[in-house]
Every structure is written in C-alpha cells, then in structure tokens.
C-alpha cells in the first residue's frame, strides 16, 4: 500500500500463522525503520525452521503512522 507521508517506526514481526506467536528468536537486516513515500525496501530475516511451528509463517507490518496489516 502506498502513503503519501513519511511512515514512520515501521516494524515488522514474523508470526506463527496469522494472528499467531511471534517466531524467536530471529535476526533482521533492518526493523524500526522510516519510509518515504513511494519507497519500498527489502528487508530479510533469518530464523530456525523449528521455531516456526506447522502453520506458515505470517509477516505482520506496523508503526507509529502505519495501519497494521499482515501478510501470508
């Protein structure tokens, strides 16, 4: 979804399936980050599989000025 003003602390979580736990522990290029409008990154992570569980994990995206939203 594209903003049309700065977004602001956007931080990003690895969940356990949609509206799961949080997947720990797991190391990111990047988290609590600013977006200008228009700009997009690509930000990778690195986790155990076993710390997943069996559901497939979800990426929940949010931030001091982001709705949030989750993505499978």
């Known amino acids: 979804e594209k903003g049309e003003v700065v977004a602001l602390l956007v ?3 690895l ?3 949609s ?3 949080e997947i720990l ?3 990111w290029d990047d988290n609590y980050f600013e ?3 228009g700009e997009s990154r690509d930000i990778s992570a ?3 599989n076993r710390d997943a569980g069996t559901e497939a994990p979800a990426l ?3 931030g001091w000025n982001v709705s949030t939203g989750t993505q499978q």
């Open 19 to 21: 509206g799961g736990e």
């Open 11 to 13: 931080h990003l979580r």
């Open 25 to 27: 522990p797991i190391l």
């Open 35 to 37: 977006l200008m409008p």
């Open 60 to 62: 929940e995206v949010s």
């Open 46 to 48: 690195a986790y155990r």
């Open 15 to 17: 969940t356990r399936g």
